[in-house]
Every structure is written in structure tokens, then in C-alpha cells.
């Protein structure tokens, strides 16, 4: 059975334990690197990963991108957001439809404006 994991740092992801979650603690890239393995080895299917975790290891991140499972999905932490999670989602959907439709166009000089 698959089951759930989540990554960041004790303050963000500790709560997650109540829910059943494989829950790892891990602040610095080798902590983050050795928790991502070990989701790996106990079949997470979803792995919910503090921003502040992804941006330490976006070069993992790219690898397990290429894998059917886990799905990797970036979650703010306490310490608030970092709009990694937000970015990736919108990317993800712009190369899906071809526009971005969740309401930021990308002007001329590469800022965004919104609809």
C-alpha cells in the first residue's frame, strides 16, 4: 500500500505524524537528500516537501520529476511561502495547455502582470 510522506523542518511537518504521514524532519541538503531516499524506500506515493526543503534540492527534485511516483508537491512551511510551490504549479499548466491561465501573463520586460 502507498502511503504519504512529508518533508521540511520539525515545525512545519511535525503535525503531519497525527495523520497517519510518514513524517521526516530534515533542514539542511544532506538531511533533505537522505529523506527523499528514504520516501523512496517506503512507497510514498505522495511526497509534500516544505519550499524551503525543495530549493536545497532542485537538482533531486528534477530526477524524481521523471519517475510516474512519488508525486513531489511543494508545500509552504511556518516560515511562510516562497511562491516555489505556486510557480512549479503554474508551469506545470501553461506546458500543459500552452497559456497561462491561472492569471499572470508575462510582460515584454519579463514582469508579471496580472489579468
Same mark, same amino acid.
Given at each position: 500500500?502507498? !502511503?504519504?510522506?512529508? %518533508?521540511?523542518?520539525?515545525?512545519? =511537518? ?6 497517519? /504521514? ?6 539542511? !541538503? +544532506?538531511? =533533505? ?5 528514504? $520516501? &523512496?524506500? +517506503? #512507497?510514498?506515493?505522495?511526497?509534500? &516537501? $516544505? +519550499? ?7 537538482? !533531486? &527534485?528534477? @530526477?524524481? !520529476?521523471?519517475?510516474? %511516483? ?10 511562510? $511561502?516562497?511562491? &516555489?510551490? /505556486?510557480? @512549479? ?9 500552452? =497559456? #497561462? %491561465?491561472?492569471?499572470? #501573463? ?10
Amino acid at each position: 500500500m502507498y !502511503r504519504v510522506g512529508v %518533508i521540511g523542518d520539525r515545525d512545519s =511537518v511535525l503535525g503531519f505524524r497525527a495523520l497517519g /504521514m510518514v513524517v521526516l524532519p530534515a533542514e539542511d !541538503r +544532506e538531511s =533533505v537528500l537522505a529523506a527523499l531516499e528514504e $520516501t &523512496l524506500k +517506503e #512507497d510514498c506515493a505522495v511526497v509534500f &516537501l $516544505t +519550499e524551503h526543503a525543495a530549493a536545497l534540492v532542485p537538482d !533531486r &527534485l528534477e @530526477q524524481l !520529476r521523471e519517475r510516474r %511516483i512519488p508525486a513531489i508537491v511543494p508545500i509552504p512551511s511556518t516560515r511562510g $511561502t516562497t511562491g &516555489l510551490g /505556486m510557480g @512549479q504549479v503554474k508551469e506545470t499548466v501553461r506546458k500543459a495547455v500552452g =497559456v #497561462d %491561465i491561472l492569471g499572470f #501573463d508575462r510582460a515584454p520586460e519579463g514582469k508579471e502582470t496580472e489579468r
